[in-house]
């Protein structure tokens, strides 16, 4: 499975961008998928994803609210919609795609099998 992820570029604090996972196989849906960010100096932290074959959904604290992930069946895509970005949202954003059934693991990043190349996202101030 080949992932790429596209969508980052330079926005103004309170403004929004959408990441779009791509993949090179038929049936994305039959995959979980998960956003995850990198920031400089900064551990690679968990940020969104969805269910195998499901729209359930799992995110992280810090993005509740703001972000939305979601699968796009008719262009076999996983999108992320940022909403009122801040600052500390900057990061470069990795798509990953997991074959586990196991919902609750979707936050772990060695659960997926799968990675796209990253696309940095820049909030200034």
């Known amino acids: 499975v080949q992932l790429q992820a596209s969508g980052g570029g330079l926005v103004q604090t309170g403004g929004s961008l959408k990441l779009t996972c791509a993949a090179s196989?038929?049936?994305?849906?039959?995959?979980?998928v998960g956003w995850f960010r990198q920031a400089p100096g900064k551990e690679r932290e968990f940020v969104a994803a969805?269910?195998?074959?499901?729209?359930?959904?799992l995110y992280a604290d810090s993005v509740k609210g703001r972000f939305t992930i979601s699968r796009d069946y008719t262009e076999n895509r996983v999108n992320l919609q940022m909403n009122s970005l801040k600052p500390e949202d900057t990061a470069v954003y990795s798509c990953?795609?997991?074959?586990?059934?196991?919902?609750?693991?979707?936050?772990?990043?060695?659960?997926?099998?799968?990675w796209g190349q990253g696309t940095q996202v820049t909030v200034s101030s």
């Open positions: 990953a795609a997991s074959n586990t059934i196991i919902f609750s693991s979707l936050r772990m990043g060695p659960m997926y099998a799968y």
């Open positions: 196989v038929s049936r994305f849906k039959s995959y979980a």
């Open positions: 969805v269910h195998r074959n499901s729209d359930s959904t």
